[in-house]
């Protein structure tokens, strides 16, 4: 959870090779329907005077060094607001030879070249992200509303019973042809003739 | 159409496929730049231009110019090669103007020469890529990482100037681009820019992982505003290139989402046009009236942009007749609004003084230069890719082209506004007529090394797609070319003898899509965009203050 | 008469109704077929990766482990464009776009689904090859598959193959 109660966030918003899809929805936000001004978030023309970058894109090369730039004059506690799939992983050009694919890997390329720290991120999946959204993660910063997302892990297992009938079903099948039952005979993981 | 025949032939060349969409024309190096000429003034102007590594099939580089003859209702592809040993094409830049960029383009990503060409800069790659590393080649993996090769950045000094870099992040940009402004006091003298940030290197990954079926979804991301355009455009270049037929409530189906996205388009462009010119009412109140284009969109197929709704063969899914009800009661309202809203702003005198005789990009130039879209008819040329080479269903449907001839920023409001209410005319039109049957063609053969070429018209101009095909469901080379492409040149020609505090108007009426424009750059000036860096310095050295 | 616009303007501005969405204090509507988080029914999947092969971005990824005998297939939000392909091309129906569409998080690893599916073992030489569910699939409802291939690893089965086929030539000949 973010250390410091964050209402009111003032957002630079910053482009970093995107389709435009996003940067469309980030200006969306801010129109009569969605109306992201009812939490006091408001749109910064520098990143001195924000709390939170905007950041849709994946990073492309061209870019890389603008954005370490932008994200060094952000002042403390900072905070990046990963909008989009290209910005939360790469998107669809994640390993392209001229992108450097998503904010993890930007981070991986600041803290080695730039010895920066990863400020905390707020990833908002979606293409494009829908301003309900954008929405929703300014409710989660000010304590309105909890992260639903978790992670989910299943491990499916199959009975010993049901492997039984497998392998019952298929030896009779081998059974019934009868020059199979010489050759599938087991044999050990090495090379050797049957 | 023999005309054009005729003419080709007696400059050398040597029509090879034949198809009801385009010529696939096969010239010599010597002859390509008479050729050239002659097509030129034979009424063609040029669309774009692509370079292909052909040497696993014939040891060739091979160099395609396109053509749009709007006369013959035909698009004339032009092949040169050239073999590896000796790597250089006579550049027909000289010729006519609009081949400029796509040549820069084929010597960064293919490392062709182009002996002739007046200003061979690097163009798209990053500034820190090396020398003699040409990523379309094809022994170069989409996904290898080139090592940087740092250079400092330095800005270049002028004696009678002070330098003012600008970008890539400004209040006033929504996209990333670097200027550096040269100026006297208030007044700006010179401009050096560079651009090509969002270059994503999307035609080398569709060659590389991407298969036939997975490219409309890369394309559709070329653009967030008219992604749905790519799409299709994508699909009738690949479906050209096979010969095939798509059946008819498919058309009807892609008609009606390309007709939804002009609308939403334009809207959005209107709300910018209102908010650049500092009228922000006009600005909240039109993207108000955009909402219910999206909730329409999101019913239809599922998102508010990117519809994701067609794939080669076809569309995805169906629509039904409450759907259709729906569709039509909001279309209606939204058609109520925006008359209201443009009454209201029309009677507002102060919003016409600013757009009215402002910006003009006469007739004569227009055709030069290759404008596509509403600039283009604006300032009176009657050509629009719906009337000019039908697609999907509006050969079947009837409706109008707006034309104005007052060539200023006005014109081009005007042209987008009745555009508006012809795109809902024609949603109607489909809704009523759409024919039952199936949606989609569901097996299909893709024969190996066939050229297609795709067009439509996007909300800001002819969009071009050309495509080889290639075996086992990959594409060999794919190029999407964008409208504004064609549209930023002119911004010089209109800006010239204008006061700076109109330029950012004058910019945003040719509708920039800088995404789009895709591998390419446009640059920025204080408020709003450049282009060309001649041209351009020249144009701004002859501001008036 | 400039007025006049600017007047008519403020007055239908001011008499318009509010249209701010109550939002997120109430939910907004979503429509039927809306495209939101994919999310796979483990009780379903029978581990066959279709929806890997197809997906656009490699969202969706699939790798076996030999170590614990496991396919792992994980599904990563943060990269999917929702553009439905996995849904069209499962056989079984097991993964679906959901209405799904307040995905933001704080960590990158609460946007993973992963499923664990058993593998089975070649009755010849024990390899790992796929998943029990999905030799099940393939027994009940695949195409006219000889059943004796079934828990073969590829490299068995091409030697099997070759074995069957020198057995016939012998039976003909003889």
Same mark, same amino acid.
């Given at each position: 959870?973010?250390?410091?109660?964050?209402?009111?966030?003032?957002?630079?918003?910053?482009?970093?090779?995107?389709?435009?899809?996003?940067?469309?929805?980030?200006?969306?936000?801010?129109?009569?329907?969605?109306?992201?001004?009812?939490?006091?978030?408001?749109?910064?023309?520098?990143?001195?005077?924000?709390?939170?970058?905007?950041?849709?894109?994946?990073?492309?090369?061209?870019?890389?060094?603008?954005?370490?730039?932008?994200?060094?004059?952000?002042?403390?506690?900072?905070?990046?607001?990963?909008?989009?799939?290209?910005?939360?992983?790469?998107?669809?050009?994640?390993?392209?030879?001229?992108?450097?694919?998503?904010?993890?890997?930007?981070?991986?390329?600041?803290?080695?070249?730039?010895?920066?720290?990863?400020?905390?991120?707020?990833?908002?999946?979606?293409?494009?992200?829908?301003?309900?959204?954008?929405?929703?993660?300014?409710?989660?910063?000010?304590?309105?509303?909890?992260?639903?997302?978790?992670?989910?892990?299943?491990?499916?297992?199959?009975?010993?019973?049901?492997?039984?009938?497998?392998?019952?079903?298929?030896?009779?099948?081998?059974?019934?042809?009868?020059?199979?039952?010489?050759?599938?005979?087991?044999?050990?993981?090495?090379?050797?003739?049957? | 159409?023999?005309?054009?025949?005729?003419?080709?032939?007696?400059?050398?060349?040597?029509?090879?496929?034949?198809?009801?969409?385009?010529?696939?024309?096969?010239?010599?190096?010597?002859?390509?730049?008479?050729?050239?000429?002659?097509? &030129?003034?034979?009424?063609?102007?040029?669309?774009?231009?692509?370079?292909?590594?052909?040497?696993?099939?014939?040891?060739?580089?091979?160099?395609?110019?396109?053509?749009?003859?709007?006369?013959?209702?035909?698009?004339?592809?032009?092949?040169?090669?050239?073999?590896?040993?000796?790597?250089?094409?006579?550049?027909?830049?000289?010729?006519?103007?609009?081949?400029?960029?796509?040549?820069?383009?084929?010597?960064?990503?293919?490392?062709?020469?182009?002996?002739?060409?007046?200003?061979?800069?690097?163009?798209?790659?990053?500034?820190?890529?090396?020398?003699?590393?040409?990523?379309?080649?094809?022994?170069?993996?989409?996904?290898?990482?080139?090592?940087?090769?740092?250079?400092?950045?330095? &800005?270049?000094?002028?004696?009678?100037?002070?330098?003012?870099?600008?970008?890539?992040?400004?209040?006033?940009?929504?996209?990333?681009?670097?200027?550096?402004?040269?100026?006297?006091?208030?007044?700006?003298?010179?401009?050096?820019?560079?651009?090509?940030?969002?270059?994503?290197?999307?035609?080398?990954?569709?060659?590389?992982?991407?298969?036939?079926?997975?490219?409309?979804?890369?394309?559709?991301?070329?653009?967030?505003?008219?992604?749905?355009?790519?799409?299709?455009?994508?699909?009738?270049?690949?479906?050209?290139?096979?010969?095939?037929?798509?059946?008819?409530?498919?058309?009807?189906?892609?008609?009606?989402?390309?007709?939804?996205?002009?609308?939403?388009?334009?809207?959005?462009?209107?709300?910018?046009?209102?908010?650049?010119?500092?009228?922000?009412?006009?600005?909240?109140?039109?993207?108000?009236?955009?909402?219910?284009?999206?909730?329409?969109?999101?019913?239809?197929?599922?998102?508010?942009?990117?519809?994701?709704?067609?794939?080669?063969?076809?569309?995805?899914?169906?629509?039904?007749?409450?759907?259709?009800?729906?569709?039509?009661?909001?279309?209606?309202?939204?058609?109520?609004?925006?008359?209201?809203?443009?009454?209201?702003?029309?009677?507002?005198?102060?919003?016409?003084?600013?757009?009215?005789?402002?910006?003009?990009?006469?007739?004569?130039?227009?055709?030069?230069?290759?404008?596509?879209?509403?600039?283009?008819?604006?300032?009176?040329?009657?050509?629009?890719?719906?009337?000019?080479?039908?697609?999907?269903?509006?050969?079947?449907?009837?409706?109008?082209?707006?034309?104005?001839?007052?060539?200023?920023?006005?014109?081009?409001?005007?042209?987008?506004?009745?555009?508006?209410?012809?795109?809902?005319?024609?949603?109607?039109?489909?809704?009523?007529?759409?024919?039952?049957?199936?949606?989609?063609?569901?097996?299909?053969?893709?024969?190996?090394?066939?050229?297609?070429?795709?067009?439509?018209?996007?909300?800001?101009?002819?969009?071009?797609? &050309?495509?080889?095909?290639?075996?086992?469901?990959?594409?060999?080379?794919?190029?999407?070319?964008?409208?504004?492409?064609?549209?930023?040149?002119?911004?010089?020609?209109?800006?010239?003898?204008?006061?700076?505090?109109?330029?950012?108007?004058?910019?945003?009426?040719?509708?920039?899509?800088?995404?789009?424009?895709?591998?390419?750059?446009?640059?920025?000036?204080?408020?709003?965009?450049?282009?060309?860096?001649?041209?351009?310095?020249?144009?701004?050295?002859?501001?008036?203050? | 008469?400039?007025?006049?616009?600017?007047?008519?303007?403020?007055?239908?501005?001011?008499?318009?109704?509010?249209?701010?969405?109550?939002?997120?204090?109430?939910?907004?509507?979503?429509?039927?077929?809306?495209?939101?988080?994919?999310?796979?029914?483990?009780?379903?999947?029978?581990?066959?990766?279709?929806?890997?092969?197809?997906?656009?971005?490699?969202?969706?990824?699939?790798?076996?482990?030999?170590?614990?005998?496991?396919?792992?297939?994980?599904?990563?939000?943060?990269?999917?464009?929702?553009?439905?392909?996995?849904?069209?091309?499962?056989?079984?129906?097991?993964?679906?776009?959901?209405?799904?569409?307040?995905?933001?998080?704080?960590?990158?690893?609460?946007?993973?689904?992963?499923?664990?599916?058993?593998?089975?073992?070649?009755?010849?030489?024990?390899?790992?090859?796929?998943?029990?569910?999905?030799?099940?699939?393939?027994?009940?409802?695949?195409?006219?598959?000889?059943?004796?291939?079934?828990?073969?690893?590829?490299?068995?089965?091409?030697?099997?193959?070759?074995?069957?086929?020198?057995?016939?030539?012998?039976?003909?000949?003889?």
């Amino acid at each position: 959870m973010v250390d410091v109660l964050k209402k009111s966030i003032w957002v630079f918003h910053l482009n970093s090779g995107s389709c435009n899809g996003c940067d469309i929805e980030v200006l969306d936000v801010f129109t009569p329907r969605p109306d992201f001004e009812r939490f006091g978030v408001k749109l910064v023309p520098s990143p001195r005077h924000a709390d939170a970058i905007a950041l849709t894109g994946p990073i492309t090369r061209a870019m890389v060094p603008k954005v370490v730039e932008a994200i060094k004059a952000l002042p403390e506690p900072k905070i990046v607001l990963a909008i989009g799939a290209c910005a939360c992983g790469g998107g669809i050009w994640h390993d392209t030879y001229v992108v450097v694919g998503g904010i993890d890997e930007f981070y991986k390329i600041l803290k080695e070249e730039y010895g920066m720290d990863p400020p905390t991120t707020i990833y908002i999946p979606g293409c494009p992200a829908k301003p309900e959204a954008l929405i929703y993660a300014a409710g989660i910063l000010a304590d309105i509303i909890k992260q639903k997302q978790r992670r989910r892990e299943d491990v499916i297992r199959e009975e010993d019973e049901e492997k039984r009938k497998i392998e019952t079903i298929i030896r009779e099948e081998i059974g019934s042809r009868h020059f199979l039952p010489k050759i599938i005979v087991k044999r050990g993981p090495k090379e050797g003739s049957v | 159409m023999q005309d054009i025949k005729r003419v080709i032939e007696e400059n050398n060349g040597k029509i090879v496929v034949e198809h009801d969409y385009f010529l696939l024309v096969e010239v010599s190096r010597e002859h390509v730049r008479k050729l050239a000429r002659a097509l &030129f003034e034979a009424g063609a102007y040029y669309s774009t231009g692509v370079g292909s590594d052909e040497r696993p099939r014939n040891g060739f580089f091979a160099m395609y110019h396109i053509l749009n003859h709007e006369e013959s209702k035909k698009y004339i592809v032009l092949k040169v090669e050239a073999p590896e040993h000796d790597l250089r094409i006579p550049s027909i830049t000289p010729e006519i103007e609009g081949a400029n960029w796509a040549e820069r383009e084929a010597h960064d990503v293919l490392g062709i020469v182009f002996e002739g060409h007046p200003e061979p800069e690097r163009l798209i790659l990053p500034d820190d890529w090396p020398e003699g590393v040409y990523p379309l080649r094809k022994d170069f993996k989409y996904n290898e990482k080139v090592k940087p090769v740092r250079k400092e950045e330095k &800005f270049v000094e002028r004696e009678d100037a002070l330098v003012l870099p600008l970008g890539p992040f400004h209040p006033t940009l929504h996209e990333p681009e670097y200027f550096e402004i040269y100026v006297d006091g208030e007044t700006i003298v010179g401009a050096r820019y560079k651009g090509f940030f969002v270059h994503r290197g999307l035609e080398k990954l569709a060659e590389g992982r991407l298969t036939i079926h997975q490219i409309p979804f890369v394309a559709e991301r070329i653009c967030g505003i008219c992604g749905y355009t790519h799409m299709i455009c994508y699909c009738q270049a690949v479906e050209n290139a096979i010969g095939l037929e798509v059946p008819e409530r498919a058309e009807y189906i892609r008609t009606l989402l390309l007709e939804i996205e002009r609308i939403h388009s334009h809207i959005l462009w209107f709300g910018v046009v209102y908010h650049l010119l500092g009228f922000d009412t006009g600005f909240m109140h039109a993207w108000r009236i955009r909402e219910k284009v999206m909730d329409i969109a999101e019913m239809l197929t599922g998102n508010r942009k990117t519809y994701g709704m067609s794939l080669v063969g076809g569309v995805r899914r169906d629509i039904d007749e409450d759907k259709k009800e729906k569709t039509l009661k909001a279309l209606r309202e939204v058609s109520q609004e925006m008359k209201k809203l443009f009454n209201d702003v029309l009677a507002m005198k102060e919003i016409l003084n600013r757009i009215e005789d402002v910006g003009i990009l006469p007739k004569d130039r227009a055709r030069s230069i290759g404008v596509v879209g509403p600039v283009a008819r604006g300032s009176g040329i009657n050509t629009d890719v719906r009337k000019d080479h039908p697609y999907a269903a509006y050969k079947y449907l009837d409706f109008k082209v707006p034309v104005y001839n007052g060539c200023d920023v006005l014109s081009r409001y005007l042209v987008r506004a009745d555009e508006i209410f012809e795109s809902i005319y024609l949603i109607e039109q489909v809704l009523d007529q759409m024919p039952g049957g199936d949606i989609m063609v569901e097996r299909f053969e893709v024969p190996e090394f066939s050229v297609g070429v795709g067009a439509t018209e996007a909300p800001r101009g002819e969009d071009v797609h &050309f495509v080889i095909t290639h075996r086992g469901s990959k594409v060999y080379r794919w190029r999407p070319r964008a409208p504004t492409y064609n549209n930023l040149p002119s911004v010089p020609v209109m800006l010239e003898g204008e006061h700076l505090a109109d330029a950012p108007a004058i910019i945003g009426s040719i509708d920039p899509c800088f995404s789009c424009t895709d591998h390419v750059t446009i640059v920025d000036d204080s408020t709003g965009k450049i282009l060309f860096r001649g041209p351009l310095e020249d144009a701004i050295r002859r501001l008036k203050r | 008469m400039s007025s006049m616009g600017r007047l008519r303007m403020l007055i239908d501005s001011l008499s318009h109704p509010r249209v701010t969405e109550k939002y997120p204090y109430e939910p907004i509507p979503i429509p039927e077929d809306f495209r939101g988080k994919p999310e796979i029914d483990p009780e379903k999947c029978i581990g066959c990766a279709a929806c890997a092969r197809v997906c656009p971005p490699n969202a969706i990824t699939f790798r076996d482990d030999h170590e614990q005998g496991y396919r792992v297939l994980q599904v990563f939000l943060g990269r999917c464009i929702f553009c439905g392909r996995c849904q069209d091309s499962c056989p079984v129906g097991a993964i679906k776009l959901t209405k799904e569409f307040e995905l933001v998080s704080l960590s990158k690893d609460d946007l993973y689904q992963v499923v664990k599916l058993e593998l089975a073992k070649c009755i010849r030489c024990g390899k790992y090859t796929v998943p029990y569910r999905y030799i099940k699939y393939l027994m009940e409802k695949g195409p006219k598959i000889l059943k004796y291939e079934l828990l073969l690893c590829p490299e068995c089965k091409g030697e099997i193959m070759t074995l069957i086929k020198y057995h016939y030539a012998q039976e003909v000949h003889e």
